[in-house]
């Protein structure tokens, strides 16, 4: 089945140690998306792709970081993590326009 | 900033019984979407209705739209205990491209 993978589900890192969580899809969409979750929120919008056209949102802080290589990959860079940090982080793909949006099951980030 | 407001936060019925969710956004949309989340899971896509539409169906679930309160509700009925999740609004903005913003969500618990 055509499907979007998030690795790790968990994952734990020190306080200040970067961290790299990583998405991979085989449904060929142009878009991708990544999400912070905190706990009982709303996803929030980190950054988006359109193909290759990295897109921050404004409130996304510098310590975060996006690369996409190629269409099925997207991974999700985080510099400095402090304790803010600690949350669900989902990826998802789309098509362009009037599209729905299909996720990962996330990665659930601990900070120590 | 967050874009739709749902209501009830948490809503307990007992199977059999109908569910109703509704969500307030502010701006004008593209389209309106409605996802559902398990705990500790990605969310999954439950139903697209455009801002053309006012009323869409999907096996036990409906939406409705009204663009002129802008305000969208979701319906379901005959629940289920496998229907206990997280529910979110989700709007995509006017001009195209496929970005969303979450509304605050709805926990739903149906119980035996």
């Known amino acids: 089945d055509a499907m979007v993978i998030q690795n790790p589900r968990y994952q734990v890192t020190q306080f200040g140690k970067p961290v790299t969580l990583s998405c991979s899809q085989t449904?060929?969409?142009?878009?991708m998306y990544w999400y912070q979750q905190k706990s009982s929120q709303a996803p929030k919008l980190l950054f988006h792709?359109?193909?290759?056209?990295?897109?921050n949102e404004a409130d996304t802080p510098d310590n975060f970081q996006s690369r996409r290589p190629n269409t099925s990959f997207c991974f999700l860079d985080i510099r400095s993590p402090g304790l803010g940090d600690a949350a669900m982080y989902l990826c998802?793909?789309?098509?362009?326009?009037?599209?729905?949006?299909?996720f990962g099951d996330g990665t659930r980030l601990s900070i120590l | 900033s967050q874009q739709g407001e749902e209501d009830p936060q948490a809503l307990s019925i007992q199977e059999g019984e109908n569910a109703t969710m509704n969500c307030s956004y502010k701006?004008?949309?593209?389209?309106l979407q409605w996802y559902r989340q398990n705990s500790g899971r990605g969310l999954v896509h439950l139903i697209l209705?455009?801002?053309?539409?006012r009323e869409k169906h999907s096996g036990r679930l409906r939406v409705t739209l009204d663009t002129s309160k802008k305000s969208s509700s979701l319906l379901i009925t005959a629940s289920r205990a496998a229907d206990t999740a997280s529910y979110f609004c989700a709007t995509s903005p006017p001009g195209g491209g496929n970005k969303l913003t979450f509304g605050t969500g709805t926990q739903l618990k149906v119980e035996l």
């Open positions: 792709y359109y193909d290759k056209d990295f897109n």
């Open positions: 209705i455009r801002s053309n539409e």
């Open positions: 998802a793909t789309s098509g362009f326009s009037n599209q729905p949006q299909h």
């Open positions: 701006t004008s949309i593209n389209n």
């Open positions: 449904l060929n969409h142009n878009v």
